[in-house]
């Protein structure tokens, strides 16, 4: 079972460089997140959406974009990478709201010089 | 936001020691989840709790809800090397809104 997908793993950018971090769940979940983990700061919501078609900020929303391409999909993206940005991300899932059990990717690690 | 502490921020231990960890806060909690995180992966849900004063056992760890729904703890008995990660406690707001997590208890036991 493939959970959730996300690529790609590890990403090294300069300052001002854009990129998209790609994420996909195959376990029909309605809500899916984007959180970025630094150390000592847990993990923090970036965006949400809960369900196709919607999209919404989290705690942490700027210098970042979100599309939710379709119900199995949700990407994040850089427009103008800062170094402030250098973090782990995640991507994560739930059926429905995130009462219910959060799904969590292997993490994708980027690194903005 | 719903702010939530969780102590202590780290954790060295001895293999077979018991440990208690905290996740505290001032907000109310409709539920309260327990992740753990190894190096190098995403975390993996352990238990949800939603009643207050609920007690969950998870083999050799104990999990609990305040009566207020305000906090939890996470107790493990007897710890192993391979109960070393970082534990990390979400609450769900009482608005139905989004989970916030805490900062994680970073967990080392030695053998």
């Known amino acids: 079972n493939a959970g959730v997908t996300q690529t790609p793993k590890f990403q090294v950018l300069k300052t001002g460089q854009s990129m998209t971090l790609q994420c996909a769940q195959d376990?029909?979940?309605?809500?899916m997140y984007w959180y970025r983990q630094d150390p000592g700061m847990g993990l923090r919501l970036i965006y949400y959406?809960?369900?196709?078609?919607?999209?919404d900020k989290g705690e942490v929303p700027n210098g970042y974009n979100v599309s939710r391409l379709n119900k199995r999909e949700f990407s994040l993206r850089l427009e103008s990478a800062a170094p402030s940005q250098t973090s782990v991300y995640f991507c994560?899932?739930?059926?429905?709201?995130?009462?219910?059990?959060?799904?969590f990717g292997e993490g994708s690690w980027l690194t903005v010089v | 936001t719903q702010l939530l502490e969780q102590s202590p921020q780290f954790l060295s231990i001895q293999e077979g020691e018991n440990l208690t960890v905290y996740c505290n806060s001032s907000?109310?909690?409709?539920?309260l989840q327990w992740y753990r995180q190894e190096p190098g992966e995403g975390p993996v849900l352990l238990v949800t709790?939603?009643?207050?004063?609920e007690v969950k056992k998870l083999k050799r760890l104990t999990f609990q809800f305040g009566d207020a729904r305000k906090d939890s703890s996470l107790h493990i008995t007897a710890a192993q090397p391979g109960d070393t990660g970082l534990y990390l406690c979400?609450?769900?707001?009482?608005?139905?809104?989004?989970?916030?997590f805490g900062d994680g208890t970073t967990l080392t036991v030695k053998p």
């Open positions: 994560a899932s739930s059926v429905r709201g995130s009462g219910n059990t959060i799904y």
């Open positions: 709790v939603v009643t207050g004063g």
């Open positions: 376990m029909n979940h309605n809500s």
């Open positions: 907000s109310v909690f409709s539920s």
């Open positions: 979400a609450g769900r707001g009482t608005n139905a809104g989004k989970s916030t």
């Open positions: 959406s809960a369900s196709e078609g919607t999209t």
